[in-house]
Nanobody
């Protein structure tokens, strides 16, 4: 079983930056795909990208490529989402998820565990 706790959300002005963190507890972190997703009010949940914890290879979604960067610190069982040049349309609840499929995918249904989310508001 994996537990995920996101943090780092908050309110920021347009053009600003935030770094979200996702700490994973459990036995499968080192061989998992960790994904970041977001859901704005009235919209479907959107994939932002993911990272395979074993080799650190990232797979950013085209919609945020160049602004958002995913990284990880395996010593801390933590993945990060660095968000730069934030826009009001980035306002959403941000979630991390862990997938044990052995590869990375932006398909939400392939993820096994989800965090509770952290709110990001850009004004």
């Amino acid at each position: 079983h994996v537990q995920l706790v996101e943090s780092g959300g908050g309110s920021v002005q347009a053009g600003g930056s935030l770094r979200l963190s996702c700490v994973a507890s459990g036995n499968f972190y080192r061989s998992s795909c960790m994904g970041w997703f977001r859901q704005a009010p009235g919209k479907e949940r959107e994939a932002l990208g993911d990272i395979f914890t074993g080799d650190g290879v990232t797979y950013p979604a085209d919609s945020v490529k160049g602004r958002f960067t995913i990284s990880r610190d395996n010593a801390k069982n933590t993945v990060y989402l660095q968000m730069n040049s934030l826009k009001p349309e980035d306002t959403a609840m941000y979630y991390c998820a862990s997938g044990l499929m052995g590869y990375c995918s932006l398909l939400q249904h392939q993820y096994n565990f989800w965090g509770q989310g952290t709110q990001v508001t850009v004004s």
